[in-house]
């Protein structure tokens, strides 16, 4: 699931993927929208009014920064604080890679 980082009490995700499952109730809070990063598939909770009002579209390749939570029901959550569009930005999905690489090297590896 991409980047996360652990506090005490809650999990922050910063992920990428692409959008396999939209609604067209884009501003509705029960539609969720789905991720799949490369790892599996993520449900996409949109905590923000604004967020909802912008339209979605199945194959948009996406950043997301929110509160993960994963448990015995599937698909894991994140709850959404930002969420950005890189779909016209097509060396973003490479670039993400190495930005994982990176950070896995920086915090993992000794």
Do not use: C
């Not at 009014?49 to 996406?62: H, I, S």
């Not at 016209?88 to 993992?108: H, R, S």
């Amino acid at each position: 699931m991409g980047i996360k980082i652990t506090a005490q009490f809650e999990s922050i995700s910063v992920s990428q993927g692409v959008l396999v499952s939209v609604t067209d109730k884009n501003n509705d809070i029960e539609a969720p929208l789905l991720l799949d990063d490369g790892t599996g598939i993520v449900k996409l909770i949109l905590s923000a009014a604004d967020f909802r009002l912008r339209t979605w579209k199945t194959g948009m390749y996406v950043m997301v920064i929110g509160g993960y939570s994963a448990g015995e029901v599937e698909p894991p959550v994140i709850k959404v604080h930002k969420i950005v569009d890189f779909s016209a930005i097509p060396d973003q999905e490479a670039m993400w890679y190495l930005e994982v690489m990176e950070a896995y090297k920086l915090f993992y590896d000794p």
